[in-house]
Every structure is written in structure tokens, then in C-alpha cells.
């Protein structure tokens, strides 16, 4: 036997080992891999394949045909749109300046900020859409203090439109907004300032040139994961819209529960998640996933 | 005062968090052109000092000049100071190019003069060409290099550096420490830097500034502080030394009863210390006059490379002293070492013994 031929030490052992590892991380991930398969990808498959059949039971592309020819198919995409932009920019002007005060305070104050941010975001979601719904009515809270102050003479309407529906999805959308962006910033090694400063920019100068840029990953995280969510929406536009402000996923629940129609349903859920893959595509080529990683 | 720099004038800087001061009545005069380290141990306020000057930090009461200039109520951006923090703080964002453009841009420097003022400082920094570089792909001596250049682009007439080198390994921050040197000397700004590596100090600076507790404990050139130190934590904190205590009395001074002479000190009586560095104290085979001279028994010789450390505990009625001894390595000496156990007898020339408090 030649010394290539002979055995290594432990050779055989160590590639056993090293077997067993890739088996115990496999044996770790295979719940999650079941759960994905039978509750993600078997119906989203089985959606996908309803939306191409028609009322007659064959393969056809007619709940695609009406979806572009009908205005009114136009029009709740056009309101979805509207609803997530809106809702996406105003969480984006509340929640960038206390993200950025909540970052420049002591650990333990940005902590009960924190817990400020997450109280609401802990409750369920339903008990804040009712909750607004009281605080924002006709004889709601609201309008009666402004009546009595005297700003108002008569009850605004602030709820079953789209005020209502932005005020409370802001509301709800702006943890999300706010958790991302504030650990970013928390990330941001602070010294970077202080050596904008000593070279010579002001304050202002040195937010624009040096915090803001280090802030757009997390930003942009904030703003993706809010107007996903927006695009998806339902409880809240159903209960503050009052009927008004039909979103996308109140016309797939209206076509199954009241029209039974499960392909032209498919057919919406299908264009929402082509939609909203294409905008994380576009996402990802602006902020790669390694900067977002890199802090 | 030439025009590259400007002297600083530190007058009476009180600092006090709580009950607790960073810096106590700090008083001191920087020269145009110096090369002044501030040296001490973590949290003695050297670093506080520092952001005072720079503006990061203000003190209760004091004054900072620069040349005729009081600044302490200025901003940092308008004190046009140079600064190299101690993690760099580089903008990750930007290129190496628009990192050192950066000050360039805020003073509204032309794009041409800003690229060449660039180029010359990464020259002189000894990174030409890696101007397009992200942050990310550069080493930390790299990194360090690219602090340093962004700090010197605009010809600040003051550099201010915070333990610029302390991430870099051994070897790297002693090359470091003597290209910061010679940078130093080709620019001639008045550079202030902080340090608790007493070599680094010794190594880089025209003078050293010994802080503790808030406090200035010694200002001197570095062999005024290493010959000379002021009291036994500076000479304990620079170099190294054994500190024997001996007992002064009538001019005369006693180590256990036996009688040691002084080379200064013997003035006052009292209770004081015995300052012996390892390099200066010597293995004795007979005694000759000139010296002092201590017998112990070697409890530890470890080879260090350059030299052989040999701790000696001192006979004496109490518990001995440790007395630490360093023999060049020199094949001669390598082979007459004592083994441990042995008994051996120190000497130490009375020019290398003196005492403090």
C-alpha cells in the first residue's frame, strides 16, 4: 500500500460528522419548508390555475379580458394605488423625524419610545379601526371638542372616505415604517457626524450629506414593507371607507362572498402579486439586500 | 508663529459630571508646530480634553485660544480644525475620493483645485490611486490613511487625533506611529493626540502631557518624563519599574535598614519610592563602589527575544520586593544567566537611583 493509498487520521470520522451536521440543519428547516409548501405555494399554485378558468369550466383568459375592459376594475386599482401612496408618504413624514429623535436619544429613553411605538402595534388590529371609527364619526369625540372649542360650527366629515381610511391606515402602517428605519439609524456609527462637523458642515450640511444617505436603506425597507401592505389591505378601508373606498382586496372578498366567482377573484389576488413582486424587484436593484445587511 | 499652524492656549478647563470630574483646572500652552501627546489611562479625561478643543464637548468654565482666538464658544464646524477619530468614522457612502474631497466641497473649493488638493493629500498619504475605492474594500491601515488624508485636505493649522492607531495590530501602528512622525514634521501643523500607549507616546511626540483623574500630572519632553517622572504613578505608567519603598531620613536613605545612596532626592525626609527600571539595574558579580546594591533569589527568568526578564525577590526580614531586571540578549550574557533558585545580587548605579513620592 503506497502512503496516498493509506487512510488519513479520523478522515472517515470527520467526513461522518460533517454528514450529520448538513442532515440536523436540514431536519431544522423541513417544518418550515412543509408549511410554505402546503400553505403557500399548493394555493397560491391553485389560485393562479383558477384564474384562467372561465364561467364555462375551460381554460381561458376572460376574468383577465374583464378585469382591463371594466372602468370599474380601473378604478379600485387606481384607489389601491392612491390609498398605499398616500398612506406609504405621509408614514414616511411622521415616522422619519421620531425615528430620527428616537435614534440621538440615550438607550433607555429611545427604549420607552419604543414601547410608545409598539403599544398600539401589540393591539389588535380591529379594536383600533373601531376605535378611530368612535374618535372620528359625525358625533364622534373629534367633532364635538372642535365644535365646543369653536373652530367648527357644524360636524366635518372625517370618516367613511378617504380621510378616515388614511388616518387609520397611517396609524396602523407606522410601526412599520418606524422599526426598520430606527435601527438603521441606530446603526449609524454617530462618530461620522461629529467628523462631518470638524470638517467644517453645518448641522443641516451634515444630515443631508452624511445621516440622510446612511438612513435610506432603512427608509426605503420602511416605505417597501408599508406599501406592500397597503396594496393587501382590507379590514381598515372596509370599516373607516365606509363603502367609499373600495380596495383591492375588498373586491376580491365582495367576488367571492357575494358573487361566488372564485376565477375572477384569482384573477385580482393574481395581478396584486405580480404587482407587488415587480415593485420588490425594482426595490432591490435600488437598495441591495447587502447594503441593507452592511451596518 | 508661522502660517501652517497656530499655538493653543488651555486655560483653567473644568469638566464635572455629577460629583465626578473629567478634567480638573487644566491649564497648559501648546506650541505652534508641536507635537503634543496627551497621555494617560482609559478615563482620565484625555479624550474629553480632546473634544474640548475640537467642540464635541463643552466644559463648566475655561478658555481654549487658538492663536489669539478664544473658541470655546465656537461650533466645531467653525474651529477649522483637522480631526482622525479613533474608529475613523469615514463616510461609508462615499468613495475614498469624496471622503477626503468632502471638506473641499464645504468650503466651496472648485472641482479642479478639490481634485488636485485630493490627490495630493492621498499622495501623502501614500495611497495614490485608490481614490475610487469604496470604504469597504480598504484595510484598516488603509482606512486609517484615508481619516488621515480627509483631515489634512483642507491644510487645517490644527490636527487633533483621537488613539488613531489603536485598531491596528503591533506592527502595523509602529510603522504608523513613525510615517505619523515624519508626516508631522513635512506639514508642520500643531498636532494634538491622544494615547494611553505610553510607548507610542514616547515614540511620536515633542512633548507629553500626563493626565490622571482629570487632572495634569506632568508636562515635559518624553526622556524629562521617563528620566524624570514626578511621582510614582507616572513612573509606574511610563515604562516599566520596580518601586521599592525607602525611608529618608537626615539626607540618608534606607531600604530595610540597609543603606541606599541617591542620585537626587535625599533632600526631604520620609517615606518614599525607589524607582528601578528593568534595563538600568544589572546582574552584580563583586560589588564596586558607585552602585547600590540588592540580593534576592531569582524566582522567574523568562526569555522575551531581545532581552532576558529576570524577577528577583528581594531577602530581606519582611516580605520581599520584586525587583525586575533585563539583560540585553548578547550571547555572552545569555550564557552566564543565574537558574532560578539561585541568589543573585543586583546593582544599581547611584546616577540611575532616585526616588519619589
Keep these: 500500500m503506497t502512503i496516498a493509498e493509506m487512510e488519513k487520521p479520523n478522515e472517515r470520522g470527520l467526513q461522518k460528522v460533517a454528514a450529520n451536521e448538513r442532515l440536523t440543519f436540514f431536519g431544522l428547516t423541513l417544518p418550515y419548508l412543509l408549511m410554505v409548501t402546503a400553505l403557500i405555494v399548493i394555493p397560491v399554485g391553485w389560485l393562479f390555475y383558477l384564474s384562467f378558468i372561465g364561467r364555462d369550466g375551460s381554460l381561458s383568459f376572460e376574468n383577465y379580458e374583464r378585469m382591463m375592459k371594466s372602468k370599474a376594475y380601473i378604478r379600485i386599482f387606481l384607489t389601491t394605488f392612491k390609498i398605499s401612496i398616500l398612506t406609504t408618504i405621509i408614514c414616511a413624514a411622521i415616522g422619519y423625524p421620531l425615528a430620527y429623535f428616537m435614534s440621538q436619544l440615550s438607550r433607555k429613553w429611545a427604549n420607552i419610545c419604543m414601547i410608545g411605538v409598539l403599544i398600539p402595534f401589540w393591539t389588535s388590529l380591529l379594536v383600533r379601526t373601531y376605535a378611530w371609527l368612535v374618535l372620528l364619526q359625525k358625533k364622534g369625540l373629534l367633532n364635538n371638542m372642535a365644535i365646543e372649542m369653536g373652530l367648527i360650527s357644524e360636524p366635518i366629515k372625517i370618516v367613511h372616505n378617504t380621510t378616515g381610511t388614511l388616518i387609520g391606515m397611517v396609524h396602523i402602517m407606522l410601526p412599520f415604517l418606524i422599526l426598520p428605519l430606527y435601527a438603521n439609524m441606530r446603526a449609524i456609527d454617530k462618530d461620522t457626524l461629529k467628523a462631518a462637523s470638524s470638517l467644517g458642515a453645518t448641522p443641516t450640511r451634515a444630515f443631508w450629506t452624511v445621516f440622510f444617505p446612511l438612513s435610506l436603506p432603512g427608509l426605503l425597507a420602511g416605505l417597501l414593507i408599508v406599501f406592500v401592505l397597503c396594496l393587501g389591505f382590507y379590514v381598515t378601508p372596509a370599516i373607516l371607507g365606509g363603502g367609499r373606498v373600495i380596495m383591492a382586496a375588498m373586491k376580491i372578498s365582495s367576488n367571492i362572498e357575494l358573487y361566488f366567482s372564485w376565477g375572477a377573484a384569482s384573477a385580482l389576488g393574481v395581478v396584486l402579486l405580480v404587482v407587488t413582486g415587480i415593485i420588490l424587484f425594482i426595490a432591490s436593484k435600488l437598495v441591495s439586500m447587502d447594503q441593507l445587511g452592511n451596518r | ?357
Design chain 2, 1 to 357: 508663529m508661522n502660517e501652517t499652524s497656530l499655538n493653543i492656549s488651555i486655560r483653567e478647563v473644568t469638566k464635572k459630571y455629577d460629583q465626578f470630574y473629567a478634567l480638573k483646572d487644566v491649564s497648559l500652552e501648546i506650541n505652534s508646530g508641536e507635537f503634543m501627546t496627551l497621555l494617560g489611562p482609559s478615563g482620565s479625561g484625555k479624550t474629553t480634553l480632546l473634544m474640548v478643543l475640537a467642540g464635541f464637548t463643552n466644559p463648566d468654565y475655561g478658555s481654549v485660544k487658538f492663536g489669539d482666538e478664544e473658541v470655546i464658544l465656537k461650533p466645531p464646524h467653525l474651529r477649522g480644525i483637522g480631526m482622525v477619530f479613533q474608529n475613523y468614522a469615514l463616510f461609508p457612502h462615499m468613495t475614498v475620493e469624496q471622503n477626503v474631497g468632502y471638506p473641499q466641497k464645504l468650503r466651496g473649493v472648485s472641482t479642479a483645485e478639490t481634485k488636485r488638493s485630493v490627490e495630493e493629500a492621498l499622495s501623502t498619504v501614500k495611497l495614490e490611486g485608490l481614490g475610487h475605492r469604496g470604504i469597504n474594500e480598504l484595510s484598516g491601515g488603509q482606512r486609517q490613511r484615508v481619516a488621515l488624508a480627509r483631515a489634512i485636505v483642507f491644510k487645517p493649522k490644527i490636527l487633533l487625533m483621537d488613539e488613531p492607531l489603536s485598531a491596528l495590530d503591533k506592527k502595523l501602528r509602529e510603522e504608523m506611529q513613525i510615517e505619523l512622525r515624519q508626516l508631522h514634521d513635512t506639514l508642520n501643523m500643531t498636532t494634538v493626540y491622544v494615547t494611553h500607549d505610553q510607548k507610542e507616546a514616547l515614540t511620536m511626540s515633542d512633548r507629553i502631557t500626563v493626565i490622571n483623574d482629570g487632572e495634569l500630572m506632568q508636562l515635559g519632553r518624553p526622556n524629562e518624563i521617563y528620566e524624570h517622572p514626578n511621582n510614582h504613578f507616572i513612573a509606574d505608567f511610563i515604562g516599566e519599574s520596580s518601586l521599592l519603598p525607602v525611608t529618608v531620613r537626615n539626607g540618608k536613605a534606607s531600604l530595610n535598614g540597609e543603606e541606599v545612596t541617591l542620585a537626587e532626592g535625599a533632600e526631604r525626609s520620609g517615606d518614599f519610592l525607589l524607582v528601578v527600571r528593568p534595563e538600568k539595574a544589572f546582574l552584580a558579580d563583586k560589588k564596586v563602589k558607585g552602585s547600590n546594591y540588592f540580593v534576592g533569589k531569582l524566582i522567574d527568568s523568562i526569555f522575551q527575544g531581545e532581552s532576558q526578564l529576570l524577577v528577583v525577590k528581594l531577602s530581606s526580614r519582611d516580605d520581599g520586593h520584586e525587583v525586575r531586571v533585563r539583560v540585553p540578549n548578547e550571547s555572552v550574557t545569555q550564557k552566564a544567566l543565574p537558574l532560578v533558585g539561585e541568589n543573585v545580587t543586583i546593582g544599581l548605579k547611584v546616577a540611575d537611583s532616585y526616588v519619589v513620592s
